[in-house]
């Protein structure tokens, strides 16, 4: 028999964090998010936890668990669309479809008590987080910044009666023995006739130092119209800078500024940390920053995790710039060979089409399911 319950201890939000990584235990594919993040984001510590309500459910049986989801809502998103939306996220099941229908059972009474309209996810309580159900790609490893889940996730979702509301691509890149001259090109262009431009600084410590308040309001801009979307608060803005603080590395980072010298556009990308995730099982603790810091200063691959730049330049080359920008200082570190993706809309042709210029493959699809409660 199957039991759903809502949980609040300590000892239950452990479960709930560790579950997917037992449930994935022998999946070469699967990544763990970090540990520690996640069980932040259940407590007071969670930049969110004053402005939405959030409900965690286990399914179990036989004193197993087998089934996990969480349940948010996020009041400034609904806010910003005049509309009643909860969205699940940190779904995680065996192969059950019965075990999937009593999750959603239980997400759809809570969210409907709390007079909620509709239900979508997978969704994280915000955009930078893992978003989307893989619906492609199984074979490939995941990456630390996008989720995994295994192929059945689907048909047990679609028979609950959800249906596609949105959806992502990621790709990967080869890194180029030689770049191509359209990339060249275009740089030269964006430098010389437009006057954009870098600036370097010795840390990330500077950059946040005299860009936050630029970063920030780039971001809110160009995610605007993003699905999912929502503005950063100042406390969500600490616990960003917090949480990516660990993997920045000033060598993966562009920072791209007018004639004017305002900021206009920036590449924030990583060290693939996916193996390293991988060996820790997601821990920090006692040794897992061992693995954290080789990962970072010996990289073999990174992660394009955001490249955002402001709506009037987004036709003048300066995607292609920045990744031209980026590409050539991973020309430096002989261990890298690859590089890959975040999540990007399939509707967002503009930011898919500045790729063009760069060869790359389809990796993964991911998609945003839907239901009327």
Known sequence: MITVRKISSRKDFKRFVRFPTELYKDNPNYIPPMESDEYKMTTKRNAHYSE???????AEQDGKIVGRIACL???RYNEKNNSKYARFSRFDIIDSEEVAHALF???FAWAKEMG??????????????REGLMVYGFESKGS???SYNAEYYQKHIESYGFEPDARWVEWKFKYPQKM????ERVANIVEKRYGFHEKHYKNIDEVIKHHKKEFFELLDETFEELYGTFPFNEELQKQIISMFKLVLDQRFLCLVFDKQEKLIGFGLTWPSLADAMQKTKGRMLPFGWIKWLKAIKK????ELGIISVKKEYQKLGVTGFIIKKIFDRYAKIPTIKEACTGVQLETNLGAISSLDMFERELIRKKTCYIKKI
């Not at 939405?52 to 286990?58: K, M």
């Not at 909620?116 to 987080?129: A, F, K, Q, S, T």
């Not at 191509?180 to 990339?183: A, F, L, P």
């Not at 990289?299 to 990174?302: A, S, Y």
């Open 299 to 302: 990289p073999t691959g990174v």
């Open 144 to 146: 630390f910044i996008t």
């Open 52 to 58: 939405c309500d959030q409900a965690y459910f286990l």
């Open 73 to 75: 809502i996020m009041h």
């Open 105 to 107: 059972d239980a997400a």
């Open 180 to 183: 191509d001259e359209r990339v």
């Open 116 to 129: 909620m309209e509709y239900i979508h996810g997978p969704l994280g309580y915000d955009d930078l987080e």
